[in-house]
């Protein structure tokens, strides 16, 4: 299969971002430029998101196998052990890749996969008719965002502060929820999933982070005793599901305190 997209920028230590199920790199972008100024950011769109591919047709597109996809991409630009940030499935992702590969630190921001059994109901069915809306209503809606009050109404769920995102993320949210290819089949392989560590668990620092508005990951969806030992939770305030347009100075000082963490610990804390 072809490479996955990605955008590269900045210096420093590697830091990568993973998005969610129905989003691209592009969801990333308020964050990115202040990034930028301390580490090597890569921004990618996992496989049948974005401008990636889907997985062949004979794999499973599962968390697990979209962090192998992850590892090979890492692997031919030669980043070794990178501060991982993924937000939602990008999260649940993180912690698969975790698993495979060195990684320096992770930031789980409102990360799936926290729950006990299969996939809640209701994180389902918000995420089929968002996908359903989008397929069918992608013009009149990318249309819509482009004005404050149409901002609050259509991303109301996943955003806080629907007024600060910009008129072009937003419709580039929409598109991207109606255009993934992989969307259907991705969601079909996470529903009889959840993340549970290791036997032996990760040994890196982990910050997983909720935004105080996240309406679309419950209590129920929030299970963190299933993370490695040692895990800090943050709130987000004011911020949804998906937070980086919410607060991105937030969001950014969330990623460089975990990566600082890393930095300290590799170097014998």
Same mark, same amino acid.
């Given at each position: 299969m072809a490479g996955l997209a990605f955008h590269r920028t900045g210096? +420093? =230590?590697? *830091? &990568? *971002? *993973?998005? $969610?199920? +129905?989003?691209? @790199? %592009? &969801?990333?972008s308020p964050v990115v430029d202040v990034l930028a100024e301390q580490f090597d950011v890569i921004a990618v769109d996992l496989p049948g998101f974005g401008e990636s591919p889907p997985l062949p047709a004979e794999v499973e597109p599962d968390p697990a196998a979209l962090a192998d996809a992850v590892a090979t991409l890492l692997d031919s630009l030669g980043i070794a052990s990178p501060t991982v940030a993924g937000n939602s499935l990008g999260g649940w992702v993180a912690l698969e890749l975790a698993e495979v590969r060195p990684t320096a630190a992770l930031v789980l921001i409102s =990360?799936? +996969?926290l729950w006990p059994g299969r996939t809640p109901l209701y994180n389902r069915?918000?995420? %089929?008719?968002? @996908?359903? *809306?989008? /397929? @069918?209503?992608?013009k009149p809606l990318s249309r819509l965002v482009s004005h404050r009050a149409g901002r609050a109404v259509v991303l109301r769920q996943i955003v806080g502060r629907p007024a600060r995102i910009s008129p072009g993320l937003a419709r580039s949210m929409v598109w991207d929820m !109606?255009?993934?290819? $992989?969307?259907? !089949?991705?969601?079909?392989a996470t529903l009889d999933r959840h993340y549970l560590a290791g036997w032996a668990g990760l040994r890196v620092p982990i910050t997983v982070a909720f935004g105080s508005r996240d309406l679309l990951l419950r209590r129920g969806s929030r299970h963190v005793e299933q993370l490695p030992a040692g895990a800090w939770l943050e709130t987000l305030p004011g911020c949804g599901h998906v937070p980086m347009g919410d607060d991105p100075q937030? &969001?950014? !000082?969330?990623? /460089?305190? /975990?990566?600082? @963490?890393g930095t300290v610990r590799a170097g014998g804390w």
């Open positions: 210096n +420093g =230590p590697p *830091l &990568v *971002l *993973l998005h $969610g199920i +129905g989003s691209s @790199r %592009q &969801v990333w =990360p799936a +996969g069915l918000s995420l %089929q008719a968002t @996908r359903w *809306l989008a /397929t @069918r209503w992608a !109606a255009m993934s290819p $992989g969307f259907d !089949a991705t969601l079909e937030a &969001v950014a !000082a969330l990623m /460089t305190a /975990t990566a600082s @963490r």
